[in-house]
């Protein structure tokens, strides 16, 4: 095997696209409960280029240079001496730890706590879409009591931005909990979303869509709010006595109304949410893909040649779907 590997890191806080750099590194070597992956594609999420802005700054990244990306797909290459269940050349795919990244690259190190096997029938570019995009969108609709068997309690939510990489994995599962949903998009995808499980789309852009109000008239027992940073005064007329709006980009904002809630007593709450990826969840994730009970929208596809031009597509903040690298020569493209 090659012992150098081409990447893609930063240098600094700032700079955009224009601050990636390709660089040829040497291939990591994992320790003894990891997982060297010859990565096939990876997604990029808006916390990635948010980390590279500073939006955690002098945490996360905490040094340079800094190859991003968490959202991995791949082969295994080889595996730690305590690793078992895992072999050369299993397809899977994981969630690298934030503070690390790595996935901007030909090979990463992951935990084999946190890698699940990927049926090879399911693409490696659907795949990797799974990760902090479908696992936000499950464990947000958990909280507000979803169940993806159809058991559960039906709800009447709102999705924001329910084109985009959370918003169109939160319309599959809310169908799947038979919930009745209402959605928010742009004008191209209001026929997609309407595909996707929602029973009414609006264009947010429109003077019914900014008000976010159902057509319906029903109040929203909670809404799952995947767009940019709303004020309460948007949700607080919208939802029941007591609904819950989930904030998945949540901001200091949200915090501190989430803070004034909590200190009123209000039975209406704005909940900031923070994932924190597990195993267990991925696993569903990757079972649902492979029944082909959910599906991933994939936008646009970029070779690792032109990482920056992945990076700009996402940080547009249009994308239909998720923002894919893939790991291929860009002549192969």
């Known amino acids: 095997m090659a012992t150098t590997m081409k990447a893609v890191h930063y240098r600094r806080y700032g700079g955009g696209a224009a601050g990636l750099e390709h660089v040829e590194v040497s291939i990591p070597t994992p320790r003894k409960d990891e997982i060297l992956i010859k990565l096939e594609a990876v997604s990029i999420n808006p916390i990635d280029w948010k980390m590279q802005k500073g939006i955690f700054k002098p945490f996360v990244p905490n040094k340079f240079p800094f190859t991003p990306v968490s959202d991995v797909a791949g082969k295994v290459a080889s595996v730690g001496r305590n690793v078992e269940g895992f072999k050369e050349g299993d ?45 936000t969108a499950l464990k947000s609709l958990e909280l507000i009591g979803a169940k993806f068997d159809g058991t559960g309690t039906p709800s009447n939510i709102l999705i924001t931005a329910a084109s985009g990489g959370v918003g169109h994995y939160a319309v599959q599962l809310a169908r799947l909990a038979n919930f009745h949903i209402t959605a928010t998009c742009g004008a191209r995808n209001l026929e997609l979303v309407k595909n996707l499980g929602a029973d009414e789309v609006l264009d947010y852009k429109t003077p019914q869509g900014e008000t976010l109000a159902s057509p319906s008239g029903k109040k929203y027992d909670a809404v799952i709010h995947c767009g940019s ?99 291929i020569n860009q002549n192969d493209k």
Do not use: C
């Not at 901007?104 to 693409?123: D, F, G, R």
């Not at 005064?233 to 939802?239: A, G, T, V």
């Open 229 to 327: 940073s709303l004020p309460w005064s948007k949700f607080d007329p919208i939802i029941s006595n007591n609904g819950k709006v989930i904030d998945v980009t949540p901001t200091v904002s949200s915090i501190f109304t989430y803070s004034l809630k909590k200190l009123s007593f209000s039975k209406k709450q704005l909940l900031p949410f923070l994932l924190i990826p597990k195993f267990k969840d991925l696993q569903v994730m990757v079972n649902l893909l492979q029944d082909g009970k959910i599906k991933t929208l994939v936008d646009s596809k970029f070779p690792l040649a032109l990482a920056k031009e992945a990076w700009l597509k996402s940080m547009d903040g249009h994308a239909t779907g998720k923002v894919i690298v893939e790991m």
């Open 91 to 135: 397809n899977v795919v994981t969630v690298l730890p934030t503070r690390n990244g790595g996935g901007l690259a030909e090979y990463a190190i992951a935990s084999s706590n946190m890698t699940v096997k990927n049926p090879t029938e399911i693409p490696a570019a659907e795949v990797s879409g799974l990760g902090i995009a479908g696992l």
